[in-house]
């Protein structure tokens, strides 16, 4: 026990619905303890964690806030050696920015902000300060979407001539957020979800894995996107039309209100020589369909199951908890200098999105909300489809 490295947490408390998959992961590595955390959205709740977590009292803080001063104030070789944030969307920058003007490395769930404004920042702080940061996206880790990478490189579709990538999900198709359902809440709400609502917290994965696995990148995008669910305000459901700078175009289905599905992200990508299917809820399993309709199965005998039957937000099980369990292994490995220990057959892909691939998908979704503006008064209607734009960042 005394010889795991030790990490703090920030959210993830009794109420989470990530916090138990985070904590499981981090058992899994068998290399990782939580040993101090902020993990309620009130010092009461945090507190709370105290006894169930078996963490000392003193180990537990009120906020973010005083975990990362006490942190800061302590010899270095009694700090933690990262800090992992499960929290609601908004709260990702602040709390990332004080991590690194603390000096203390931060692994945080997606997405990596919700505006370009805080990104930008965000990734001039890192630049300029120089503390690791990565968003604990766990696609890198599925074997079998490393196997799509390489046969998409190696040419086994030919000429690509469609993508299609889903982020469809049925959980929220009634107004659950009024039965205390805490997930639904925060990401009903545009104070802690992001005025993009379901774009904000889905497209960032359709974009991620089209891209890594591709290697092309989104120029343009022309979107439409509403909230379907009467009282809501932000958008639950979104069709967004995708253009690469190879000249191929997709589209994105992102949707919370979808009923009947739970499969959380799905991939097609089709070709003149054929197509891939790829699919969450079946991580280890990459189906190739030849031009005549012949199905190719391409199994992962060695990977955990289907993903079961949890709705809420996305169907996360076995799967889901052995991939991010090598995100947190990767990260702390990295950290300690010791990367190829846990990198897998992709070389030297790190496991997770990077900061430059976080400030990506941010300018993606940017460009998204952009494009489902309405009209100011007097004014015609803007540009349905809107530029992809990265900011060049620089540090003084």
Known sequence: MGS?????????????????IHRKAIERTGMLQVVCGAFGSTRQSSFDCQVPFGLDVRSVFGCYRDLLRRQAHLPPDERVSFITTILPNTMH??????AMDCG????????FTCNMDEAANLARKAKATGVPYRIAMVYPAYSMLLKARKLFRDGVLGRVRRFHVSMQLGWMAG???LENNRQAMWRTDARRNGFGGVINDASCNCQFVLEGITGYRITDVCANARPCVPGRLIPDDATVLVRTDQGIDGVFLLSQIATGHREGLSLEITGDNGAMRWRECEPGTLVLVSNDGKEKVLTDKTA?????????????????????ARVYRDFADTLAGKTKKSRTADGNRILGMTIEEGLRTVAVSEAIIKSIAPAADGHPPPPKWVRVVIPTIQTL
Not at 4 to 20: E, N, W, Y
Not at 93 to 98: F, G, I, K, S, T
Not at 104 to 111: N, T
Not at 314 to 320: S, T, V
């Open 175 to 177: 107004r659950v957020e």
């Open 4 to 20: 795991k490295t030790r990490i703090g947490m920030v959210g993830g408390g009794l109420d989470s619905f990530m916090g138990p």
């Open 104 to 111: 203390i490395p931060v692994l945080a769930e997606k997405p």
């Open 304 to 324: 955990p199951g289907a993903l079961g039957g949890v709705t809420t937000p996305f169907a996360a099980g076995e799967a889901y908890v052995e991939a991010l």
């Open 93 to 98: 920058y602040p709390v990332a920015m004080m």
